[in-house]
């Protein structure tokens, strides 16, 4: 069974920036997209970026030019650099993957951030 660990959330001031990773185990087969979602107190989750196999990126407007997002085919693992953060960017952050090969959906447990102003 394919699960997925984040790690590298924390607290950190407004205009800092923080990594956030992601590990899969349980596959050797590579995982199709992988990406990071959040979600804030009292609101929706929300796409935060998204990577295909291949090296497409795709994100939330309101983290582009400030967040990137790559990841280690080998290892199976997906990185968030987040920089110039805000307050707003306050969530808890979910990693996902879609398993080979009917691209079954999978969650980690979520990682807090916090920015303070």
């Known amino acids: 069974q394919v699960q997925l660990v984040e790690s590298g959330g924390g607290l950190v001031q407004a205009g800092g920036s923080l990594r956030l990773s992601c590990a899969a185990s349980?596959?050797?087969?590579?995982?199709?997209?992988m990406g990071w979602y959040r979600q804030a107190p009292g609101k929706q989750r929300e796409l935060v970026a998204r990577?295909?196999?291949?090296?497409?990126?795709r994100y939330g407007d309101s983290v582009k030019g400030r967040f990137a997002i790559s990841r280690d085919n080998a290892k199976n693992t997906v990185t968030l650099q987040m920089n110039s953060l805000k307050p707003e960017d306050t969530a808890v952050y979910y990693c996902d993957a879609l398993v080979p090969p009917r691209d079954l959906e999978i969650w980690g447990q979520g990682t807090l951030v916090t920015v303070s102003s």
């Open positions: 349980g596959s050797d087969a590579r995982l199709n997209a």
């Open positions: 990577i295909t196999s291949g090296g497409s990126t």
